[in-house]
């Protein structure tokens, strides 16, 4: 009989890759599924993006990169954080990875050590608390309150240390609450950080796409800061490149050259090609994205009054693509004479019979809540919206 280790036995699959891919199996087999689940931007990335990797190709850019990448994307980088960021970063600190994910494993296996705590403030990313169970530490869930903007505050930090603490992970923007920090709330977080030797994983891949407020990096809060800090992003939402994988991390040089230590080992470099592309989306004009950005809003906008006007209430996120919704009003009715008992539940049986996909909330340590994302077409949106409504409307 197979044996699967336990390392990976104690892991619970990730929800939003499993959701999407069930709604793909289900659209290949012919039905019409509304997908509002996966986190993906449906525009296609930018023609100048594109061209780079023809490029690529055409002159044989072929081979095995570095490990942290080509210079030039290395030094696209650093530009990229000094102009947006304020993070003034030497080339040995900084490491291009296949996609943000790679990037956020390699730094929590680098900086976590065996029973040792990291900080997950509640909702979370799906991966996170699994990806510090692969590095056989233990994540300490912090709740974050709705009517606090889900943001971690100072004393809530400071109740959830130990003496095994050694990570705080930071999303902000976050998914799946779309909230963002102010620059003063990221100087209190750090200042409880320092003063106890905690190291901060900072993922920051929705900087882009924000509509209220403005993203700031905590590392670039002051040098000690940044020494504690490991700065995470990608190129997959800000320029619609969720397929070309390319993701980065930013810190201290020696933390950076663990993480390549172990690329080396485990995956060498991100494809050539991808990398070339993330250089010119790194260099573009901000017009390339901004409308992108714009186009979110607007959706945002709609998603939100029609959910509200079918009975799922919820609020305008600040940034990211993603409502957050708390649909406890709905649990526990029947639809078809069946109770609905939990958010899991609600969400397979709206694919199931009105053939839209979203996320239930257990994916993010917030059972009660759904996750839905407007990075799809107006039309798609309407249309999610009238299959919902009219599941809710024959709920009893
Ligand atoms: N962090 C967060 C908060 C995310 O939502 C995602 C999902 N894409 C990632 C990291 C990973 O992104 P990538 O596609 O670059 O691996
Ligand atoms: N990050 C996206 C999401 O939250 C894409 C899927 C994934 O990588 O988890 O839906």
Redesign the pocket.
Known sequence: MLQISDRVSRIAASK?VQIGELALAMQLRGRDVIQLAT?EPDFDTPAVIRNAAIDAISRGATRYTPVRGTPEIRAAICRKLSRDNQLHCTDDQIMVTA????A?ALAIEVLVGARQEVIVPTPY?V?YPEMVKLADGIPVFTPLRADLGYKLSPDDLSRAISARSRVLIL?TP??PAGNVYTREELLSIADVCRRHGIRILS?E??EKIVFNGRHHSIAACDRRIADLTVT?N????AFAM?GW???YAAGRADIIAAMAKLAGQRTTCPSSISQAAASAALDCRPGTISDMTDAYRRRRDLMVAGLNAAGIRCRKPAATFYLFADIRNLLGRKYRKQELTSSQDFTMRLLEHAGVAVVPGEAFGAPHHIRLSFAAARKTIEQGIERIAAFIGQLS
Do not use: E, F, H
């Open positions: 939003t986190g996609g943000a994910k790679q956020l990313w991966s999303n976050g998914n993922d891949i929705y995470i990608g190129c997959s939402k969720t994988r390319i993701g």
